[in-house]
């Protein structure tokens, strides 16, 4: 085998590798970042360690319209932010992505509460959190994989 034919091999095996670690359904590769996914009625992980400033991607793998929306306070289902910044809310949006900022300037171990506008309580669980942590790391990709109903 020459080094030509060698090569062609091992790319296609890293492409054939690539494509089975999407796994599942998934159809769309999303790149690390710090995520929160929402699945069906729920927050699968509900609790995420952001550094301050970061950009969260909010991923909806349902069909159904959902919102991350900060809230005043645990379970207060109102919206609200700390004195000094701005509330962040992806408003309604059904399967499919959005961003958000997190404020810059908020010190570490800093918890902001965040629920789904349209359904409240109804959400499991109803409020998730994210600390700010100047050292977390982006994961790989959303819990899931994915999006899509
Ligand atoms: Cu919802």
Redesign the pocket.
Known sequence: MNARSSLRISLVFVAAAALAACGGSSSSALPAGYYIT?SG?AFPVATLEAPAGATITVVNQSA????VTQEAALDAFTLGSLPGTTPFDTGLFPAGTRTFPLPTGLADGTVLYYY????TS??VPSTGTITIRASAQPSSGPAGGGYGP
């Open positions: 929402i009625m159904m319209g959902h919102t789904c506008r349209t359904h109804l959400m």
